[in-house]
């Protein structure tokens, strides 16, 4: 993800244990902070815990914020989407489990949702908000972000079953 942020001020939204986080900072000059809805941190990074609903940093705070596999995650992708373009100046940078038939989603559920309750002894709450790659992108666009680039991720047997896309989107002008 480093080549594609933009800026020095970082937030990884959804960032769970912090180990992005802390990958990014060792690897660019950029300050980093992890937040998510529990105090999952593992890594010795900046983190935040928060309600899931209002982020507790000023409107612009970020140039950059990632939500990587985190807005299936959420009970309103929505909102958790509109708190990040509150903070974020200038790029959303989205990573998404996307399904293209029944049969995917079938299998990002019974998956996704098992191995996401193992972790933190089922404390991490796991809902499961899949879309299609033009359903996020419809929810994107209603936000009035610019989306600059997608592209799938991991080797072609990776994405059998799983199918990660990255989203790189451009905040709204304001």
Do not use: K
């Amino acid at each position: 993800m480093a080549p594609l942020v933009v800026g020095r001020r970082v937030l990884d939204l959804g960032g769970g244990e912090g180990y992005v986080a802390a990958s990014l900072r060792r690897r660019t000059a950029v300050w980093v902070c992890a937040a998510d809805v529990g105090p999952y941190r593992r890594a010795p990074v900046p983190y935040v815990s928060y309600d899931g609903a209002r982020l507790p940093f000023p409107a612009g705070a970020f140039d950059t914020t990632l939500l990587l596999l985190t807005l299936h995650h959420c009970e309103r992708p929505g909102a958790v989407l509109d708190e990040a373009v509150r903070v974020t100046r200038r790029r959303l940078i989205v990573t998404e489990s996307v399904y293209r038939t029944r049969l995917d989603r079938f299998w990002l559920d019974c998956l996704d949702g098992r191995l996401n309750h193992c972790r933190h002894g089922g404390a991490m709450p796991a809902p499961l908000a899949f879309r299609s790659p033009a359903g996020w992108q419809a929810l994107f666009a209603s936000r009035g972000l610019r989306l600059r680039e997608t592209r799938w991720l991991g080797a072609w047997w990776e994405r059998l079953v799983h199918h990660p896309l990255l989203f790189v989107l451009d905040a709204p002008a304001t």
